[in-house]
């Protein structure tokens, strides 16, 4: 496949080192979150006690909760990938950024969906302008904005750049979701986990709960991975190295 440089410090930051070592890890990954989903769907639903308030209906906090910090977390990694394709003009990080947005906005969309179940018996509706919950809608729309824009422009260059500066001006929507029940009076809960202070729940619902956010984590970062090699395939198609491994047939 032709000439390689020693590996160093940046060698998987080239599409033709990096490709490889995501297909390797992507199995990996999705086989750590279907584990850890099935550790903590069981945890949430047949170990955790029945909440004293809210009866059974809270156990959709093991969806909603892990869904809703990542997809705060992944716009925030989103954006950093971004900045870093925008400033060091390397490819590699502009593709990431594009291949965690769908999932960023998959968690977002199931953040929204389960909340709004919750808020059914809970609040008594399913929506409410609520600053959390709109908020959240907010971050919605910023990765739609984000993939749609991309979409829009047909130079993966420019798109990148373009998605670049969206991604990093969205940034401002991420504290104003994590503190708007603090900053406003909202009907939204506050958080019953945080670093600060001894988590409010009981030991068997927290873990339940932390172990569907490393599932959601592990599922994300393969679905990046799987992700992330087909746009390598896209924007890499007239490489030597592509029409290489196209030749060998080892594109699986």
């Known amino acids: 496949m032709g000439s390689r440089s ?16 995501a297909g390797a890890m992507t199995p990996w990954f999705f086989a750590l979150a279907a584990v850890l989903a099935a550790f903590g769907l069981y945890v949430g639903f047949f170990v955790a006690p029945t909440d004293a308030t809210q009866g059974e209906s809270y156990r959709i906090i093991f969806i909603h909760v892990p869904a809703a910090w990542m997809s705060m977390f992944l716009y ?17 990080s502009s593709m990431m950024a594009s291949a965690i ?15 709004s179940l ?5 609040w008594g ?6 600053a959390r919950l ?25 798109a990148d750049k373009a998605g670049a500066v969206l991604a990093l001006v969205g940034v401002i929507n991420i504290p104003i979701i994590y503190f708007s029940v603090q900053w406003w009076n ?17 030991a068997t619902m927290l873990l339940g709960m932390l172990l569907m956010a490393l599932a959601f984590w592990m599922y994300s970062i393969a679905a990046s991975l799987h992700r992330v090699r087909s746009i390598v395939l896209e924007r890499e198609k007239r490489a030597e190295w592509t029409k290489e491994l196209l030749a060998q047939g080892r594109l699986k």
């Open 6 to 21: 020693k590996p160093g410090l940046f060698w998987f930051s080239s599409p033709q080192t990096f490709f490889p070592l």
């Open 76 to 92: 925030l990694v989103m954006a950093l990938w971004a900045a870093v394709g925008l400033i060091m003009n390397t490819r590699m």
């Open 101 to 115: 947005a769908p999932t960023g906005a998959l968690m977002t969309v199931l953040a929204l969906i389960t909340g």
């Open 118 to 122: 919750w808020g059914k018996p809970t």
């Open 125 to 130: 509706t399913y929506w409410v302008w609520d």
């Open 134 to 158: 709109t908020s959240e809608l907010v971050l919605l729309f910023l990765y739609l904005g984000f993939l749609a824009l991309q979409a829009a422009i047909d130079d993966p260059r420019r």
């Open 186 to 202: 909202t009907l939204h809960q506050g958080s019953s986990v945080s670093l600060t202070r001894s988590p409010s729940m009981a």
